[in-house]
């Protein structure tokens, strides 16, 4: 409860959360189910959402109970819905320190990990960001964590959990069928063949983990043909959008790109790859299962038309790996040299956050993109419309490290161009810095003390 609320804290005070244009399509759904008993919106931004909006229903059906709230209480159905991202993302750091634990780390090392994954990655950045991607890295931990708890005890409530996880993150996107629902639910296939119990007990641990999962797909489909009398359909179905990136482009893109690669934003994560052969070595089913999610997503989105994830900070479809990822590097050996070249790129994605916090996306993009703009001959200082138009923008913020969003934000925090969101009460920082330091170290002595149980309890 304490490591929640600590990050929770600190997300909050990050700012309000940014819509964006795909999160205020799907906050209007959520608006128009509660005032209007409808799921009809306008879209006076590109027109590409009208009369319905072009996402799945999951986060907006999440939204519903914030806007009605709001909207009852303070008569703001915006209002509540700034508190959704920040508390996905507490949750995750709960989940994953809880994930550690049970992989058998101890809790002052799981505590560490989860408040680097807090701090030190691209988690801090989009708690402030009405995106999807944050819900799927929650639904992937708590799948991952199901299918450990089954694997170790057997109980169907463990499957139920994980298919309920991997459901939602098919609720929140299609892909998630792909990129979530087969990899987890081939894991729960091969654990529950393995296991020694009646056939009719395996079908029945079988359909308790893909319940949930057929439902959620039962409603996107309906949603689907309510919307577009067809599933599958709407306008980012067409030809001119799809898988048209060449795939090496987008791994590359995707992993080591100035402008979004994930190595590059969060670059503890090499260290996940040293670890990795450690943690396959211990746990090689969950070991297998993580590499299958890394590699589908990887694969799926390289080759996606948008693979960069638009106008967003960072690999924005990568973001739902980064916890798991994180798992392996719990276990790489006590060596000096390793230890502090992990401590090292830890305070370096720290750094690369703080930066994103005192130097805001939002100020890069809105004077970098349309100077880029202008230089292409789009148009005298406009925002490119999604398509060619940005596309070519994007092939130059992407790979040309001069546009690059880190060099251009570390450009204006050296020339003191900066707009933190907390700027306002920026009088009370060391206060509430005093407050979150004395929570983290009751964090960290609480893990101490938990350590120490356990191992009065082991003798």
Request: hydrophobic content about 55%.
């Amino acid at each position: 409860m304490l490591l929640f609320a600590v990050t929770a804290f600190v997300y909050l005070l990050s700012g309000r959360t940014f819509f964006g244009y795909d999160g205020e399509m799907m906050y209007r759904v959520s608006e128009s189910i509660v005032l209007r008993h409808s799921i009809q919106v306008v879209d006076p931004i590109y027109h590409l959402s009208e009369p319905y909006a072009a996402y799945a229903i999951g986060l907006s059906l999440l939204m519903v109970p914030l806007v009605a709230m709001g909207a009852g209480l303070f008569h703001d159905p915006r209002l509540l819905v700034t508190l959704l991202e920040p508390t996905v993302a507490a949750l995750t750091v709960v989940v994953l320190n809880l994930l550690l634990v049970e992989l058998g780390c101890s809790w002052r090392r799981s505590v560490v990990i989860a408040l680097a994954y807090a701090f030190g990655t691209l988690a801090w950045y989009y708690s402030s960001v009405l995106f999807t991607e944050p819900v799927i890295g929650l639904c992937l931990l708590v799948a991952v964590l199901g299918m450990l708890r089954h694997r170790r005890g057997g109980s169907v409530g463990s499957l139920v959990i994980a298919g309920i996880a991997a459901g939602l993150a098919v609720l929140m996107r299609w892909d998630s069928v792909l990129t979530a629902a087969a990899p987890v639910g081939l894991c729960a296939v091969w654990v529950v063949a393995r296991a020694p119990a009646p056939l009719r007990s395996r079908i029945l641990k079988l359909a308790a983990f893909g319940a949930p999962v057929a439902i959620a797909v039962g409603i996107d489909l309906a949603y689907d043909v309510l919307r577009f009398g067809q599933p599958l359909g709407g306008p980012y179905s067409g030809d001119q959008l799809g898988f048209s990136t060449p795939f090496l482009k987008g791994v590359f893109g995707l992993l080591l790109s100035p402008g979004v690669g994930l190595f590059v934003y969060t670059p503890v994560l090499m260290m996940s790859i040293v670890a990795f052969p450690w943690f396959l070595k211990r746990w090689k089913v969950e070991g297998a299962l993580i590499l299958a999610l890394f590699a589908v997503r990887l694969a799926f989105f390289a080759r996606y038309w948008s693979w960069d994830g638009g106008a967003t900070w960072g690999p924005r479809f990568l973001v739902p790996l980064i916890p798991l990822m994180l798992v392996p590097v719990a276990f790489l050996p006590r060596d000096r040299r390793i230890e502090i070249a992990t401590i090292v790129l830890a305070a370096v994605g720290v750094a690369i956050q703080l930066l994103g916090q005192l130097v805001p996306y939002g100020l890069y993009y809105g004077t970098i993109v349309p100077q880029l703009t202008t230089q292409l001959g789009f148009c005298h200082g406009c925002l490119p419309f999604p398509g060619p138009q940005s596309e070519a923008v994007s092939n130059i913020t992407d790979f040309d490290w001069r546009y690059a969003p880190l060099t251009v934000q570390v450009k204006y925090l050296l020339q003191g161009i900066t707009a933190p969101p907390w700027g306002e009460i920026g009088v009370a920082i060391p206060l509430l810095l005093g407050m979150v330091g004395y929570g983290l170290v009751r964090v960290q002595r609480l893990a101490v003390g938990l350590d120490a149980a356990t191992e009065r309890v082991a003798a």
